[in-house]
């Protein structure tokens, strides 16, 4: 019988490359015949932040799309235009831009409306985030077995059984918040939320 091989880094990166690559608009009035084509949105203000930590080459240092090192088996370090950093695929070109021209357009000067759509971006980036983490692992996971040992197996299986369990209870967590700072962004009332500077 022929011995399985283990896959390698690349092989198993390529497909959770492919399954993060989910484009949906997260707007609460999102629709079909309503959105437009799914842009980078930011995660993070790009003027007023990523401007202020990019390097010589307008590059910032991330992890993310993951890189082996294969000289000592860990992520690498590398650089990543500034435009293209802390972006994510969760929001249409229209709903990006109208949702968040008050912080993107504007100066910051820590508004209710302000601090609102900072919160609410972030907790939409973490909703992406985890809801295609999910999807990566059920993808994954047979991957990381091939080749494995019995006891090999059943440690990939426990793990992400464990991380699938927590992943889904706090993103459940995250869409009940969501809904209800959905209410206040459709009605543009922001009195039920503070903020501390």
């Given at each position: 019988m022929k011995t399985e091989q283990r896959l390698p880094f690349e092989a198993i990166n390529q497909q959770l490359l492919m399954v993060r690559g989910a484009k949906a608009c997260l707007h609460p009035e999102a629709a079909r015949q309503v959105?437009?084509?799914?842009?980078?949105?930011?995660?993070?203000q790009r003027s007023a932040v990523l401007e202020k930590i990019i390097g010589s080459t307008n590059h910032v240092g991330t992890f993310f799309p993951p890189e082996l090192d294969t000289r000592n088996e860990v992520l690498r370090l590398h650089a990543l235009g500034w435009r293209d950093a802390s972006t994510f695929t969760g929001f249409c070109a229209k709903h990006d831009n109208s949702t968040f021209a008050p912080i993107e357009k504007s100066p910051f000067i820590g508004t209710d409306q302000q601090n609102f759509l900072i919160a609410y971006r972030a907790?939409?980036?973490?909703i992406f985030q985890k809801s295609?983490?999910?999807?990566?692992?059920?993808?994954?996971?047979?991957?990381?077995?091939?080749?494995?040992?019995?006891?090999g197996k059943r440690i990939v299986n426990q793990v992400h059984a464990a991380f699938d369990r927590n992943v889904a209870f706090s993103l459940n967590q995250l869409l009940k918040l969501k809904a209800r700072m959905d209410k206040h962004l459709v009605s543009g009332d922001y009195s039920g939320f503070s903020s501390v500077s």
């Open positions: 959105c437009d084509k799914i842009v980078l949105a930011h995660s993070v907790l939409c980036y973490e295609t983490s999910l999807k990566a692992s059920s993808v994954t996971e047979p991957l990381l077995v091939k080749g494995a040992t019995k006891q």
